[in-house]
């Protein structure tokens, strides 16, 4: 059974920081595309950064380049999103999320529960 558990979402004034944590159970966790998408209350969601487990390609939101870092660490299965320098907008809830393959930019298959990141202004 797969298994994608988030951790580390809070509340911050703007121009915190926050880390998120992602840990990846119940499946191969090689050479598959994990990632960061996030829905704030009336809006869609949205891809924010993903990751290609066995070859780091990385993807990034034009709205948090520069700002945030997806990393992972293959001994743990586990992905990170370290969001530096926060804005108000960037308030929504973070789901991680995992498919097969080696092509990021597809549909997802599984997701975690989400976690709560508010940025107070």
């Known amino acids: 059974q797969v298994q994608l558990v988030e951790s580390g979402g809070g509340s911050v004034q703007a121009g915190g920081s926050l880390r998120l944590s992602c840990a990846a159970s119940g499946y191969t966790y090689s050479r598959t595309c994990m990632g960061w998408f996030r829905q704030a209350p009336g809006k869609e969601r949205e891809r924010v950064a993903t990751?290609?487990?066995?070859?780091?390609?990385?993807y990034y939101a034009d709205s948090v380049k520069g700002r945030f870092t997806i990393s992972q660490d293959n001994a743990k299965n586990t992905v990170y999103l370290q969001m530096n320098s926060l804005k108000p907008e960037d308030t929504a809830m973070y789901y991680c999320a995992a498919r097969g393959g080696s092509w990021c930019r597809g549909e997802y298959n599984y997701w975690g529960q989400g976690t709560q990141v508010t940025v107070s202004s």
């Open positions: 990751i290609y487990t066995a070859g780091g390609r990385i």
